[in-house]
Nanobody, 124 residues
Framework: QVQLVESGGGLVQAGGSLRLSCSAS????????MGWLRQAPGKEREFVAG????????YYANSVKGRFTISRDNAKNTVYLQMNSLKPEDTALYYC?????????????????WGQGTQVTVSS
């Protein structure tokens, strides 16, 4: 079973930037597509971004495309989410997620494991 630990969340003003990190252990990291999901209060968990096991291919939700960048370092068992031009509507608990089965990484349902989350709050 994979363990995922997120870090890097915090409070930022609108227009600012944050970089989230996720450290993985317990299973071979390079066998998994990785992603980020988020859940705002009173809303369902939603897909944010996903990255192929190689790091060569990525996929984004329309709401973050052009502002967020997902990347991974297989040597460090770590996946990142660079978030720029943050908006108040980006406020949510952000979860790192792993997909070991199926090979897809473009929706919430594709991921079979996730961490405890890190809070991102964007003030207006």
């Amino acid at each position: 079973q994979v363990q995922l630990v997120e870090s890097g969340g915090g409070l930022v003003q609108a227009g600012g930037s944050l970089r989230l990190s996720c450290s993985a252990s317990g299973r071979t990291f390079s066998n998994a597509a990785m992603g980020w999901l988020r859940q705002a209060p009173g809303k369902e968990r939603e897909f944010v971004a996903g990255v192929h096991w190689s790091g060569a291919y990525t996929y984004y939700a329309n709401s973050v495309k052009g502002r967020f960048t997902i990347s991974r370092d297989n040597a460090k068992n770590t996946v990142y989410l660079q978030m720029n031009s943050l908006k108040p509507e980006d406020t949510a608990l952000y979860y790192c997620a792993a997909a070991y089965a199926g090979g897809r990484y473009s929706s919430t349902a594709d991921f079979d494991s996730w961490g405890q989350g890190t809070q991102v709050t964007v003030s207006s």
